[in-house]
């Protein structure tokens, strides 16, 4: 029998049960969807890395979760890590070819933002924005906190492996940088991480669902529209630090049709950003 101090048990932190996988498995695994396999790990490095090294013997529709991640990544390798069982850590495999041109995969984790938010504000009760690209913000005594991140990775010629993770029940002594936040720390009405799972991967599904049926087209099927109401980086000024050592600052004025935020500098000039960290600047920045 495993002590019930020890980190695998499931009596080792009252507060923060494990997940049901018998019962997510007959919520989300269903005839006709698009989830084909649930699986869920005690711990792992990265389930994203985990999934991809698997993705050529799996079919679409393969989701990997964790309890904890020991070395979960984000945007540039930077590294992601959060106590056991106190937030959603989980990737899946999706193949949106030949429907999808190559050309718009790129709106996959703007698509997962959209999907996460809707999700959690249903299921958490707890407004939730997006910063570009990929970062999840809850409210949190008044400030903006990233709660979540998404990274997306082609997995070979024809798959993509998306993943996220979010905070559920992290408490302020344990955030990892004071900028960081968690749906407890917003209030929300249920920090039970099964219906918060169920959630997001519903919301998931329906969206990469419906753009797939529109070939990618973000406009068609109501994605850029949506992902532009929730962006909390639109209307504000910004500095977007680009790769190389570069750097642009100025209003986050529209998304383009290609899912990059477009800049306009002082001197008249629209400047299409593709990759890059987004920084919120404050009015006396």
């Not at 933002?113 to 809850?138: E, F, H, I, Q, Y």
Request: charged share 20%; net charge negative; hydrophobic share 45%.
């Amino acid at each position: 029998m495993t002590p019930p101090h020890a980190p695998d048990s499931r009596w080792s932190d009252l507060d923060r049960p494990p997940l049901n996988i018998a019962a997510l498995r007959r919520g989300i695994v269903v005839p006709g969807g698009l989830w084909t396999s649930l699986e869920l790990v005690a711990a792992t490095g990265s389930t994203n890395s985990d999934l991809a090294a698997r993705a050529a013997a799996l079919p679409e529709g393969a989701v990997l979760v964790a309890e904890e991640q020991t070395a979960g990544r984000g945007r540039l390798d930077r590294t992601w890590t959060a106590p056991a069982r106190s937030g959603l850590f989980f990737s899946v495999l999706l193949r949106p070819g030949p429907d999808v041109p190559a050309t718009r995969w790129g709106w996959l984790p703007l698509l997962a933002g959209v999907a996460a938010a809707t999700g959690l504000a249903r299921a958490a009760g707890v407004d939730m924005s997006l910063k570009w690209p990929n970062d999840l913000l809850v409210t949190v005594k008044g400030e903006e906190r990233k709660a979540g991140g998404i990274l997306a990775e082609r997995a070979g010629d024809d798959a993509v492996v998306l993943g996220m993770g979010i905070n559920v029940s992290l408490k302020s002594e344990e955030l990892p940088v004071p900028a960081a936040g968690s749906l407890g720390l917003a209030n929300a009405v249920s920090t039970d991480r099964d219906p918060l799972l169920r959630a997001v991967l519903r919301s998931l599904e329906k969206w990469y669902t419906d753009w797939r049926a529109a070939g990618g087209d973000p406009a068609a099927c109501g994605l850029q529209a949506a992902y532009a109401a929730g962006c909390a980086t639109l209307g504000r000024q910004v500095r977007a630090e680009l790769p190389g050592g570069t750097s642009v600052t100025g209003e986050a004025v529209a998304l383009d049709g290609d899912g990059r935020l477009v800049l306009a500098t002082q001197d008249g000039q629209r400047h299409p950003v593709s990759a890059g960290d987004i920084v919120h600047l404050r009015p006396s920045d």
